[in-house]
């Protein structure tokens, strides 16, 4: 199984980018996709899921600003990330899980594409 991440860069506040995951050797629609990002000298952080049958989960911290979706027929997941804030800098991972229930803990994920680096400044 491999995950592959991309998309981050460098954005100005209030910007937008999208993060798209691909996966090999996986299907997302089977189980739970998330967003993780860890900043600097902090933990790693779940941002958002999205369920198999497409229900969606957002962190408070991005809850309105971030969108999660999945495209089946590309087996790719994306966030769209809107009105970006200095805060939101990290290196943003995906990951899948073959629990049948939406969950941002880290360990409960089994799978993990390497990282990509969203940068937020003027």
């Known amino acids: 199984v491999q995950l592959q991440a991309s998309g981050g860069g460098l954005v100005q506040p209030g910007g937008s980018l999208r993060l798209s995951c691909v996966a090999s050797?996986?299907?997302?629609?089977?189980?739970?996709t998330g967003w993780f990002r860890q900043a600097p000298g902090k933990e790693r952080e779940g941002i958002s899921c999205?369920?198999?049958?497409?229900?969606?989960y957002y962190a408070d911290s991005v809850k309105g600003r971030f969108s999660i979706s999945r495209d089946n027929a590309k087996n790719t997941v994306y966030l769209q990330m809107n009105s970006l804030k200095p805060e939101d800098k990290a290196v943003y991972y995906c990951a899948a899980s073959q629990k049948w229930y939406p969950t941002f803990n880290s360990a409960e994920y089994d799978y993990w594409g390497q990282g990509t680096l969203v940068t937020v400044s003027s």
């Open positions: 050797g996986f299907t997302f629609g089977d189980a739970a």
């Open positions: 999205i369920m198999w049958d497409g229900r969606t």
